[in-house]
């Protein structure tokens, strides 16, 4: 597909056949908040759990518009000013040491050491100063894992896409950044945060959906053993594991039986192949405990 020039979608059904082009299936809630981001210029925060897609939409939105995607993956104790800008310093410290021998130099050293020349962007600075042509795509990925600080920083910065160095002055977006935010819900967001956002919950998809996005992204794969693990998967996703299995591991999965040469899922297969979808040791003896015959046969 043609990348999309204008940084805009036409239609709900435009933003469903983009997302095709890149093998993701958009349902009509995701393709019309899209839209309705595109439309009015709005962040949008995703939540749901860990797995199913929302760091992707990021992905597939700066392919769609042949943009950059500029992601902060935030983590607890984010300091907002190093998602911004850091200087230089190796390089400042050789200026001063170049400088040191020329007394012209030396008499405005502090206004030469702290200019555009030794200025680091960050991901925030980073996109407010995108140049374009198309405004780029800001992911600020697990937002929830950032502390309530960050949050009060972040609903700033979104609101007027602008931010001081003050050594330097203020930098304002002549394109403002396309902003996706993500939360895997680890704890509740500012209300205020959530209302500068539009929101979605994006869920587990359907076996019928995920079906569907093994045969577009596993090529190769038979249409009964996308069924089977699809059914499988979804099976798993109700049992009360740590950690349930997301569309990722569905994926790997899938590779790693195509691979294999199965053509169908068995107990003793179940079980070799568990590390594939499981990632904690408890997770993986509590399945072996119910037993993989009853996973495979839907008596769970």
């Known amino acids: 597909m043609t990348p999309n020039l ?3 979608f036409t239609s709900v059904d435009d933003v469903q056949t983009a997302f095709a082009s890149e093998n993701y299936i958009a349902d009509r809630p995701l393709a019309l908040t899209m839209k309705l981001a595109s439309d009015l210029g709005k962040p949008v925060l995703l939540e749901g759990e860990a ?19 500029i992601r902060l993956q935030c983590y607890e104790g ?16 050789l200026h001063i040491r170049m400088a040191e021998h020329d007394e012209d130099k030396r008499a405005t050293l502090e206004k030469t050491i702290f200019n555009d020349e ?10 407010i100063r995108h140049p374009g042509p198309r405004p780029a ?28 160095v003050p050594e330097i002055g203020t930098f304002s977006a002549t394109m403002p ?13 500012n209300d205020a945060l959530k209302r500068r956002c539009l929101y979605l919950w994006i869920d587990y998809p359907s076996p019928a959906k995920e079906r569907e996005i093994i045969a577009r992204r596993v090529p190769g794969i038979e249409s009964s053993l996308a ?16 950690k349930r299995p997301g569309i990722a591991e569905t994926l790997d999965w899938s590779q790693a039986l195509l691979g294999l040469g199965v053509e169908e899922i068995t107990a003793d297969l179940m079980d070799d192949t568990a590390g594939v979808i499981l990632k904690y040791h408890d997770d993986i003896e509590r399945l072996r405990s119910i037993g993989y015959d009853h996973v495979i046969a839907g008596e769970v």
């Open 6 to 8: 204008t940084a805009e």
């Open 51 to 69: 797995g199913v897609g929302k760091t992707e939409v990021a992905k597939v939105l700066a392919s769609v518009f042949a943009t950059p995607l």
């Open 78 to 93: 984010l300091d907002a000013n190093t998602t911004l800008y850091e200087w230089n310093y190796a390089r400042q410290i």
């Open 118 to 127: 030794f200025l680091l962007n960050r991901p925030l600075l980073e996109a």
């Open 137 to 164: 795509i800001l992911l600020i990925d697990e937002v929830d894992r950032a502390d309530e600080e960050f949050e009060a920083f972040l609903l700033e910065m979104l609101s007027d896409y602008q931010v001081t």
């Open 177 to 189: 950044p396309r902003v996706i935010l993500t939360s895997n819900r680890t704890r509740e967001l």
């Open 227 to 242: 069924q089977a693990i699809a059914e499988v998967m979804h099976r798993l996703r109700q049992i009360d594991f740590y």
